[in-house]
């Protein structure tokens, strides 16, 4: 059985920030489009590249809070949202709190907009994980022993009674507890997340130095002359001539390393 989770604005709130900044990138595009290489154009792909992952940040944390639903069979507890899937097998739960915990944790601005997934606080909890679109102190508590999930079904009383009809009917087949990822983009997003800091620091700096190759020669390039030679012959004569934009080249051979041995490596 299916429950959704107790309304929240909050989605709706996810949903329109990444569409104004999807609009916003629309219009850089545009205004990229039109203007010659200078340094102007240069600032306007610095802005619209910083806002790409705050729009899939944003994007993945709407799209969680949007498909959090839960699902309820004699063999277990089945928590879903955006293409993940966390098991807990009815056996496993020890004990269920019906809300009223202090939530002694606060929600970061990262959080947003699904600010009530995340990893919580409470006195004498252990393990907190939240995976509801309420404050703690509104949600059911599943106790597992080993930890407890914070949900926020839409209709508690319904919840609590098919959770205890299919614990009494007992399992059908053996489960253990998991989570499991359905789809490539939560397996890539979990991978980032969880990636060493040296790590992360080594793309930035990879990064960073390719945005720095493109920016300097977008700023020299309206001064460059329209064609420059490429290659000298042994007797000093140009033997290879070509438009300036040309130069492109090597920061793109950067970018396309960077790409294959940061990103996808």
């Excluded at 930890?147 to 009917?169: G, M, N, T």
Aim: charged fraction near 15%; glycine fraction near 6%; include cysteine.
């Amino acid at each position: 059985m299916v429950f959704k989770t107790a309304l929240s604005r909050q989605k709706w709130e996810g949903l329109l920030a990444c569409t104004w900044i999807v609009l916003i990138d629309i219009l850089l595009l545009i205004w990229m489009a039109r203007r010659p290489v200078d340094a102007t154009k240069f600032l306007l792909i610095v802005l619209f590249c910083l806002s790409l992952p705050l729009l899939a940040h944003l994007a993945y944390r709407t799209w969680s809070i949007f498909t959090l639903e839960y699902w309820v069979d004699r063999n277990a507890l089945t928590i879903s949202w955006a293409g993940i899937r966390q098991i807990v097998p009815l056996h496993t739960i020890k004990r269920i709190i019906d809300g009223e915990v202090q939530d002694l944790s606060h929600s970061r601005w990262s959080h947003w907009p699904a600010s009530h997934m995340r990893v919580g606080r409470a006195m004498g909890l252990l393990n907190l994980q939240m995976l509801a679109t309420q404050p703690l102190s509104a949600c059911l508590l599943i106790d597992t022993g080993n930890e407890i999930l914070a949900l926020s079904p839409e209709h508690k009383e319904d919840f609590l009674d098919v959770i205890q009809e299919r614990f009494e009917l007992g399992p059908a087949i053996s489960v253990r507890p998991a989570r499991e990822y359905t789809g490539a983009l939560p397996r890539v997003w979990w991978m980032l997340n969880n990636q060493d800091t040296v790590g992360k620091l080594l793309m930035f700096a990879g990064g960073l130095g390719v945005f720095a190759l493109f920016g300097l020669l977008m700023i020299r390039f309206p001064n460059l002359p329209s064609d420059l030679v490429m290659r000298y012959n042994a007797d000093g004569s140009p033997e290879v001539i070509r438009s300036k934009s040309a130069l492109f080249l090597l920061p793109l051979m950067g970018l396309m390393t960077w790409v294959v041995n940061g990103l996808w490596g």
